[in-house]
């Protein structure tokens, strides 16, 4: 939570009130939908991560260490890509942002099983 915390403040403010300089395509046009209550939707997507999570956790421990590190993972790149950090820079002047998005999402899940395995191999 403390990634989505981070990537939702610095969008805020890296976006001006222009909901179209968020690279994610699918956020930028649910907060533009949104509008003036653009304020719920982060709200909306911690609630949705955690009962996920919850519901994971039901069917197996590894499935929710996944999701959880998954979201990390989207929401640590999603905030870098607001800093000199940026690893997506060099790629959003030549990929369309529907390719960009599709990758980063394969990217996210293979860091999130990769950091799950990690963790269930290490932990005690």
Do not use: C
Not at 24 to 39: E, H, M, P, Y
Not at 74 to 80: C, R
Not at 103 to 115: K, M, N, P, R, T
Not at 116 to 122: G, K, P, Q
């Amino acid at each position: 939570m403390v990634t989505l915390t981070a990537d939702v403040v610095i969008t805020v403010f890296g976006t001006k009130g222009n909901s179209l300089r968020e690279g994610n395509i699918v956020v930028a046009g649910l907060w533009q939908k949104a509008g003036r209550f653009s304020f719920v939707l982060p709200v909306a997507w911690a609630l949705l991560i955690l009962a996920i999570a919850f519901l994971l956790a039901r069917i197996s421990q590894s499935l929710t260490l996944w999701w959880l590190y998954a979201v990390f993972a989207g929401h640590l790149i999603g905030f870098l890509s607001w800093t000199p950090l940026n690893v997506v820079k060099p790629f959003l002047a030549s990929w369309n942002r529907w390719t960009l998005l599709a990758v980063f999402l394969f990217l996210v899940v293979i860091i999130g099983l990769v950091l799950s395995r990690l963790h269930i191999r290490y932990s005690v």
